[in-house]
């Protein structure tokens, strides 16, 4: 994951464009929307006394969504833009309880044992620097983006986020890195959906603003969209399988 990429993206559509240019597209869940199955396991270990770490935090429109269910929660990023973009929206907002700092996930100046919840939404995992940020019997939140997310466009433009990684398990490879740090695993499970765009502009447009190709270009790779729009087109519209990983883990009481 670059920084530059994102402040380019931050520029471009004023925040990160995942929600924010957000294209019209069907989703279809056969095991449950990930992204609400995520929020939900968040706020069940939320609390008016529970202090947070927004860990890539973008421009922040998520910590802002959730601010009123915690007491604090700090957004570290590494993109400026982005930051100041979350800055801004807390001046209109007046969001009190919510700071942003520039920093590095992997390598904080918070003290140990500062944060009872640390979540990161499709951003940074550094789970040493969480476990060390972590109070005894904090929980780490994650939602991310799984080794088979969007394989098909991936292999017909022949590049992309996690290319060629197809067989490496997203949801192993962090479990067993959790407990080899010394988390209890609370939760893991894997999300297959679809994804369907009504039409080639809204997928070039959703393309432009999200990390899948981070060096997405419209006019360079038009005879690669054209090729999957006209392999992926269905009645529904065009389908986008996606691939996301839920992850709760617990820093043990002992
Ligand atoms: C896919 S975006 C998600 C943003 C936000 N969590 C959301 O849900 O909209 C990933 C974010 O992680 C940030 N990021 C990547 N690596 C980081 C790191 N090591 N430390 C802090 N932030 C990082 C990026 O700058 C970017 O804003």
């Not at 959906?193 to 009504?198: C, F, H, P, R």
């Amino acid at each position: 994951m670059t920084t530059n990429f994102y402040d380019k993206v931050a520029k471009k559509f004023g925040g990160y464009a995942y929600g924010k240019s957000h294209v019209e597209h069907l989703s279809k869940y056969p095991n449950g929307d990930p992204e609400k199955i995520f929020k939900t396991k968040l706020l069940s270990l939320a609390g008016k006394n529970k202090i947070a770490l927004d860990a890539g935090c973008g421009d922040g429109k998520f910590a802002f969504q959730i601010a009123r269910h915690f007491l604090s929660i700090t957004g570290i990023d590494l993109s400026k833009e982005l930051l100041e973009i979350a800055r801004q929206k807390q001046k209109i907002l007046k969001t009190k309880n919510v700071t942003f700092e520039f920093q590095d996930a992997s390598k904080t100046s918070f003290s140990n044992k500062s944060f009872d919840v640390i979540f990161s939404r499709r951003g940074p995992t550094p789970f040493s620097e969480f476990y060390r940020l972590l109070k005894i019997g904090g929980y780490f939140v994650g939602i991310n983006i799984g080794e088979q997310d969007c394989q098909d466009i991936k292999e017909i433009f022949g590049r992309g986020q996690g290319f060629g990684q197809w067989n490496n398990s997203r949801l192993e490879k962090d479990k067993q890195e959790l407990k080899s740090l010394g988390f209890e695993i609370v939760f893991t499970q894997n999300y297959f959906y679809n994804e369907y765009y009504s039409s080639y502009e809204d997928l070039d447009l959703f393309l432009q603003g999200v990390p899948i190709f981070e060096d997405f270009d419209s006019k360079k790779d038009k005879k690669y969209l054209e090729k999957y729009v006209s392999k992926f087109m269905t009645e529904k519209g065009i389908k986008f399988p996606r691939h996301r990983v839920v992850l709760v883990a617990k820093k043990p009481n002992k």
